[in-house]
C-alpha cells in the first residue's frame, strides 16, 4: 500500500486537452469520459488551452500520456509545440496521442513531430482505450 498522499502508480494518468481556439469540445470529454471510466486518472484541461498551459498541467499532474484534440486545422503547429515544450522541459517521457479533423496525408508528419498516435473521425472510444492501454505505461 503506497503511503498516504503518494501518486499511484499503477493507473495510468491522462492530460486531455483542446489547445488552440477550437471550441468544439463534445468528442474530447467523450473521449475523457471513456478512458475515465476504463480506470484511468483523467484531468481535462478546458477549451482555449496553449501549448504551454496544456505542458504545465501534464508535469504538475504527473502525466503519462496526453491525448489533445483538434478540430481547427491548426493541429501541425499546436501538436508540434506541446511535443517541443515536453522535450524542452525533459518531459519527452509523456505520450502524446491526438484526434480530429486530420487529413491523412498530415498524419505521417505528426508522427514524425514525436506524436505517438492519430485518431480521426470514426474511432471509437474502445480503440481509443486499447491503444492507450497497449502503448503508454503507469510511472
Same mark, same amino acid.
Given at each position: $500500500? /503506497?503511503?498516504?498522499?503518494?501518486?499511484?502508480? #499503477? &493507473?495510468?494518468?491522462?492530460? &486531455?486537452? %483542446?489547445? *488552440?481556439?477550437?471550441? +468544439?469540445?463534445? =468528442?474530447?470529454?467523450?473521449?475523457?469520459?471513456?478512458?475515465?471510466? /476504463?480506470? $484511468?486518472?483523467?484531468?481535462?484541461? =478546458?477549451?482555449?488551452?496553449?501549448?504551454?498551459? @496544456?505542458?504545465?498541467?501534464? @508535469?504538475?499532474?504527473?502525466?503519462?500520456?496526453?491525448?489533445?484534440?483538434?478540430?481547427?486545422?491548426? +493541429?501541425?503547429?499546436?501538436?508540434?509545440?506541446?511535443?517541443?515544450?515536453?522535450?524542452?522541459?525533459?518531459?519527452? #517521457?509523456?505520450?502524446?496521442?491526438? =484526434? *480530429?479533423? @486530420?487529413?491523412?496525408? #498530415? @498524419?505521417?508528419?505528426?508522427? %514524425?513531430?514525436? &506524436?505517438? %498516435?492519430?485518431?480521426?473521425?470514426?474511432?471509437?472510444?474502445?480503440?481509443?482505450?486499447?491503444?492507450?492501454?497497449? +502503448?503508454? +505505461?503507469?510511472?
Amino acid at each position: $500500500m /503506497a503511503p498516504a498522499g503518494a501518486v499511484s502508480t #499503477d &493507473v495510468i494518468r491522462v492530460v &486531455v486537452a %483542446k489547445p *488552440g481556439l477550437d471550441g +468544439h469540445d463534445r =468528442g474530447a470529454k467523450v473521449v475523457a469520459r471513456a478512458l475515465r471510466d /476504463a480506470g $484511468m486518472e483523467v484531468i481535462y484541461t =478546458g477549451l482555449h488551452q496553449t501549448p504551454e498551459q @496544456i505542458v504545465e498541467a501534464a @508535469i504538475q499532474e504527473d502525466a503519462d500520456v496526453v491525448g489533445l484534440s483538434v478540430l481547427s486545422g491548426a +493541429h501541425l503547429t499546436l501538436f508540434a509545440r506541446v511535443v517541443e515544450l515536453l522535450a524542452e522541459r525533459d518531459a519527452s #517521457d509523456i505520450v502524446v496521442f491526438g =484526434g *480530429g479533423i @486530420i487529413p491523412d496525408d #498530415d @498524419i505521417a508528419e505528426l508522427e %514524425k513531430l514525436g &506524436v505517438a %498516435k492519430v485518431f480521426t473521425p470514426g474511432a471509437t472510444t474502445m480503440e481509443i482505450v486499447s491503444w492507450v492501454r497497449e +502503448h503508454v +505505461h503507469p510511472a
